[in-house]
């Protein structure tokens, strides 16, 4: 579950709400081992990723670097490649 995690800091344009909502969805998915939380479980489920979202728009928020913002698509096609060879697929 959690390679679906990725890299949200330090890219143009910055990371959306959106995708910072997704990481601390898998986050919780891991931590807790459960996709789908239980009736009695869903409110404490959604809270602890509405929490971790949160910190973590205040932590890209707060983090300072020197080096130049990331291209997404640059990265993703980077990524792409790196399947393609370790997989033993063409790239497209």
Not at 34 to 39: G, R, V
Request: glycine share 2%; hydrophobic share 40%.
């Amino acid at each position: 579950m959690c390679r679906n995690i990725r890299t949200l800091y330090n890219f143009e344009p910055h990371a959306t709400s959106q995708e910072v909502h997704a990481a601390a969805l898998q986050y919780v998915r891991k931590v807790s081992g459960m996709t789908k939380p239980s009736q009695a479980n869903t409110e404490v489920f959604e809270q602890a990723v509405a929490d971790i979202a949160h910190i973590t728009e205040h932590l890209l928020a707060d983090l300072t670097t020197t080096a130049a913002p990331k291209d997404r698509e640059v990265e993703a096609a980077k990524a792409k490649a790196r399947a393609a060879k370790r997989y033993g697929t063409v790239a497209s």
